[in-house]
């Protein structure tokens, strides 16, 4: 696992090399110190952790972001690059079920609102199945002032 997450900072730098880390993330490193720090990672054993989470964990622990913040930030942008675009492509499959022919004319509230839903289904069928939910719903919609004024003139 850890090799695996190894190779993919060695093509992010890498693809620094080749411009694209820097075109892409160069307002956050400092390329020539990233380097140095990245050597000083790769030669020492004590550095060596099953998961790039760990190694993460390891620098803060230690108090070493300090010393080491472009390893540091390069761990933390490894960590939230997602993997695939599965999860994108997932959304815009749930929104195009939604939004159909029919209800095109719906706000875009209510659009937001149902393509949580679709989107989100797993939460949702998880609280569902929740004792009090449907009572908490229901009081809390209670606790909203619905009363409209109605004059006559």
Sequence with gaps: MYEQERTKVHRLVRSWEGFKLKQTYGQYFEFPKL???LSIIYSSDQFNKTHIYKLLEYLRET????????????CALVLTIPATSASAERSFSALKRIKTYL??????????????????KYVL?????????????????????????????
């Design 35 to 37: 380097k140095s720090e």
């Design 63 to 74: 108090d070493l972001t300090t010393v080491l913040p472009q390893v540091s930030k390069l």
């Design 103 to 120: 209800r095109n004319n719906q706000s875009q509230n209510r659009l937001s609102n149902l393509s949580l839903f679709s989107i989100e």
């Design 125 to 153: 069928m998880t609280t569902k199945c929740e004792p009090n939910l449907y009572n908490d719903v229901i009081n809390d919609f209670l606790k909203q002032n619905r009363r409209i004024e109605l004059s006559y003139k």
